[in-house]
């Protein structure tokens, strides 16, 4: 019976991976049309506990032992770092108030999605692309142990008195959410001598899929409404929000290739910098802002990914130029 919900959850998991973008998409479609019929939105309270949970499992794959060893050259964790709270939120924060300098809500939502950490999936597409994985996961670390620390003060800084925020109920959401399951998972993968993911993925991996799934489906039926009273073009806000996310990723291929880097690290700082912790954003946008804040954070999920499999396939072809190179990485 195990070992077929073994074979069942690995099964899954591939799957999940692979088609995660369409994936995402069905759980928007099903909160944005059933959410309202079912009273999807009531589930929200659910919400902090899926999310805390999310966080704990995708932290089992981290260690405190690279943490120590990195940290003695924190040089591309701070690079990360930099680009992600520095350079992309004040890419989203111009982009928003040059387009939509009368809708402050939209504004908050682009500087939030440079002030939440590193989403997880940024280590998988690196161990993908054969990217420097270790690095890609302490700065998960590094990022989400400073979150509480970083996130308001971000917003702060990007915002000041234009939003009404409450600075103590974000940090001590971060710390229920975020952190505190961190260090736990982190802590329960070194004493297992990093066994623990690998044994636990088969089963817990389908069920925090869906817990990330249902995350996004709450946070939809929750915001349908002020979605739908929106008065600025969709269309636009959409091309507007998938500039912001093509620049995260840019900014994280272009800086490492100036500074010298090497190719695995290149990789690791460009899906470092690409990908955001967005359920966490939806979480933070839903409890302390406006309901349209919510709007570009939900949308760069969707872009998210295709945008990172387009990052795989240009990786891909520069592959075989670099093999020609003495210089090159791949040889």
């Known amino acids: 019976m195990i070992d077929t919900l073994r074979r069942l959850g690995e099964k899954f998991n591939l799957l999940i991976e692979r088609w995660l973008f369409f994936f995402i998409l069905l759980f928007m479609l099903a909160g944005w049309l059933l959410g309202p019929a079912v009273g999807l939105a009531g589930a929200r309270t659910l919400v902090p506990y899926l999310f805390a949970f999310m966080t704990w499992y995708t932290s089992l794959r981290c260690s405190w032992r690279e943490f120590i060893r990195l940290s003695t050259h924190p040089g591309p964790i701070l690079l990360v770092l930099i680009l992600l709270h520095g350079c992309v939120t004040l890419f989203g924060w ?3 108030n040059l387009v939509y300098a009368d809708h402050p809500e939209l504004i908050a939502g682009f500087v939030l999605c440079g002030a939440i950490p590193i989403g997880v999936t940024s280590a998988i597409w690196t161990g993908i692309v054969g990217g420097d ?3 890609s ?3 998960i670390t590094v990022d989400t142990l400073l979150s509480p620390l970083i996130v308001p003060a971000v917003i702060l800084l990007f915002l000041g008195r234009s939003v009404s925020l409450d600075v103590q109920g974000i940090v001590t959401d971060l710390l229920l959410m975020v952190v ?3 260090v736990v998972g982190i802590t329960l993968n070194d004493l297992s001598g990093g066994t623990l993911y690998q044994r636990v993925k088969p089963f817990l991996g389908p069920f925090s899929t869906l817990s990330i799934g249902t995350v996004v489906a709450i946070n939809l ?3 349908r409404h002020a979605i739908l009273s929106l008065t600025v073009h969709r269309g636009f806000l959409l091309l507007m929000i998938m500039v912001v996310v093509l620049f995260g990723f840019m900014a994280g291929s272009f800086a490492p290739r100036c500074l010298k880097y090497d190719r ?3 990789h690791a700082i460009l899906y470092s910098v690409g990908i955001r912790n967005l359920s966490a954003g939806l979480v933070i946008a839903l409890d302390y802002f406006p309901p349209l804040t919510l709007v570009p954070v939900l949308v760069a999920m969707l872009f998210q990914q295709p945008v ?4 795989r396939m240009i990786i891909q072809t520069r592959r075989p130029r670099d ?3 003495p210089n090159g990485s791949y040889s």
Do not use: F, H, N
Not at 308 to 311: G, K, Q, R, T, V
């Open 221 to 223: 039926a929750t915001s």
């Open 94 to 96: 111009g982009v928003g």
């Open 133 to 135: 994985v270790a690095l």
């Open 308 to 311: 990172a499999a387009l990052s």
């Open 180 to 182: 505190l399951p961190s």
């Open 137 to 139: 996961l302490t700065a």
């Open 323 to 325: 093999a020609e190179s």
């Open 264 to 266: 695995k690290q290149e």
